[in-house]
């Protein structure tokens, strides 16, 4: 059975020691939509992001009139039910993420 890394914070060590212990294996191929980057324990913050971006060949936008997670929250698709339980605050972080 895997361990979690040693070298970390206790609460990372032992929420990854309950997930390896009650969790069960996935096959990468059969869930693409979960896999994502994974961080490394040394690289925090903005260095974390700048390095992922050049590797993936990304361009971080920063400080830009509406940078957002997303440009409208009508991007979403959400029904017109859903959209309506979105809290004002929540849409103006999703849009105006870098401003937040």
């Known amino acids: ?10 609460q990372d060590w032992l929420s990854q020691q309950w997930c390896i212990l009650t969790g069960r294996r996935i096959i990468a ?4 939509w ?11 913050e903005d260095k974390y992001a700048e390095i992922l971006a050049a590797e993936e060949g990304l361009v971080i936008k920063k400080n830009e009139p509406g940078s957002g997670l997303i440009e ?13 339980l979105l809290r004002p605050e929540i ?8 401003k937040s």
């Open 34 to 44: 979960l896999m994502g980057p994974y961080g490394q324990c040394d690289i925090i």
């Open 91 to 98: 849409i103006a972080f999703y849009e105006h993420t870098s």
């Open 72 to 84: 409208s929250i009508d991007a979403l698709k959400l029904s017109e039910a859903d959209a309506k």
């Open 1 to 10: 059975m895997p361990n979690a890394y040693p070298s970390q914070r206790l």
């Open 29 to 32: 191929s059969d869930v693409p």
